[in-house]
């Protein structure tokens, strides 16, 4: 007697990512997100944050239920994430090729750093013209303080993450190991022709429809089909991706709308100086600068005319606003994504000094918390009640000392904050 569940539909949407099945042989991914290993979550609250996460448990579970295909296409638009997380999946991939599994990648919009390295295990890569590509070393943020010993050992890991990538880079494009070094050193990026010339793609899909990929006017994020994916800070849009027209627009905007036509190329700057000249050359922008001028005087409580904001004591709104968004752009380098993001273009939009000022207030109640949470998990583990080593008594007798000597209460803080700075290195 058959088996009535042998081929059972497979339909799973997780929203970054989606995966079908119908017919029990040829399976298709959507992989439209950054990976990650867990769902991130806001340190204070504890709350999942919001985004396009595709956490690496929940990926490779829902990955077991296309084991019967013969095919897997993955439709992919990702700028990539953890590295560990790629080598993981496309490890995972070649496993299935290995079982007979056809591999095939469509490049949608972007693969990029850890993403590239999943695409890479696919056999075969078609990528759009106006698509992208992107490989570079490794890093991670480190928190506390460090040795040179220390700093040299995270380096090796590095290297290692590199020679990973490379052997993943290697099996596709078949170049060698210097030249996928010098390639990821130098951050490169490679549009869909691109890809193909280096052997990371096999095939340009000349015939698809033009895909609407921008960049924004501050060069700090991609328009993938009206929606915006963030670059990590210090990474910037090559030139020859062309700038978003409505660089100003709000990152929401954006997602409800088609990217307006591609204006100033190779992230070229607006000649204007004054609002009305800025409507002569660039009208989108400058209704968009209007817009965003309004809802700051709206924010803040005032009341004012579209007369007012045009001649608010010789005070163009577009060139404040500008400048507004040029500060908080020029210390991207030292706060997160959101906190940047929230500033620009939050519910409550505020200048680079109110930004610093609130991080300073977060960093504060964080660094409380888990001050806090240190006295606590002291407290808990009984390290308190332990005396000093024979010899190190407080009163020079080679007794047994006090749980409030010196000694050890310095070595417990160095242990505590070892484990602490060990939980917050992230390789990506």
Partial sequence: MPNPFKH??????????????????????????????????DWETGERLKGDFIAQDDFLQDLESLGEAKSLTIRMNSLGGDSLVGMVIHNRLRELASKGVHLACVVDGAAMSAASVIMSACDEVRINPASLVMIHRCWSYLWGCYNADELREAANMFDAYDRAAVTAYQRKTGLDTDELLRLMSETTYLTGREAVEKGFADKL??????????????????????????????????????TLTAGAAAPDEANKQKPAQAGRQNGGDTMAKTLEELRKED????????????????????????????????????????????????????????????????????????????????????????????????????????????????????GTGTKDTPQAMAAQAKADAQVFNARKKEVR
């Fill in 8 to 41: 059972r539909p497979v339909h799973i949407n997780r929203g970054p990512y989606s995966m079908k099945m119908e017919d029990g042989k040829n399976a298709e991914i959507t992989l439209y997100g950054l990976v990650v290993e867990t769902w991130p979550t």
């Fill in 205 to 242: 899909i000349e015939d698809a429809e033009p895909l609407d990929i921008s960049a924004s006017a501050d060069g700090r994020s991609l328009f993938v089909r009206g929606r915006q994916f963030h670059l990590t800070p210090g990474m910037f849009v090559p030139d020859n991706i062309p």
């Fill in 283 to 398: 009208p989108v922008l400058a209704g968009q600068l209007m817009a965003e001028a309004r809802a700051a005087v709206s924010a803040s409580g005032a009341a004012a005319s579209e007369a007012e904001l045009q001649d608010n004591g010789g005070d163009d709104p577009a060139t404040a606003e500008r400048q507004r968004l040029q500060e908080i752009d020029a210390l991207a380098g030292l706060f997160d994504v959101e906190t940047i993001h929230a500033a620009k273009y939050g519910d409550h939009p505020c200048s680079a000094q109110e930004m610093v000022y609130q991080a300073a207030q977060k960093a504060s109640r964080q660094g409380r918390q888990f001050l806090a949470a240190l006295e606590a998990d002291t407290a808990a583990s009984g390290a308190l009640d332990v005396g000093a080593a024979s010899g190190a008594g407080s009163d020079g007798t080679g």
